[in-house]
């Protein structure tokens, strides 16, 4: 699932889009919200990366010099969360990408620290 913002005096705003997310709804969003996203959505993705779309492997890896690094699509930052689901914790791999005009976070589960800024960032 993709989920897009705009930021919009101050405050972050969620772009809602009828029908398919298209590459112009990608361009015009400053922060990208990718849930688990399908191969459909990880193809419409990789029209932002001059590269391959981060995968939960590539995120999960170990090494540090893996986890943060600058190359042409931007700053990469992998990292793992704490999740809680069915009465259980959990890590939740999530990539953030920051580029010239947008923050893009791929993850791999539901996270509530996600849900949580978008409920803050909305009150401003």
Do not use: N
């Amino acid at each position: 699932m993709l989920r897009l913002y705009k930021i919009a005096h101050g405050l972050i705003k969620e772009i809602k889009v009828e029908g398919e997310v298209s590459g112009h709804h990608l361009k015009e969003a400053d922060w990208i919200d990718a849930l688990e996203p399908d191969d459909d959505e990880r193809a419409l993705l990789a029209t932002l990366f001059s590269d391959e779309v981060p995968d939960v492997d590539d995120v999960e890896e170990i090494e540090a010099s893996a986890r943060c690094f600058t190359d042409q699509d931007g700053l990469h930052v992998h990292s793992l969360f704490l999740g809680y689901s069915e009465g259980r914790h959990h890590t939740v791999s999530v990539a953030f990408i920051l580029q010239q005009d947008r923050l893009i976070a791929i993850r791999d589960g539901e996270l509530s620290d996600f849900r949580l800024l978008r409920m803050r960032a909305r009150r401003g």
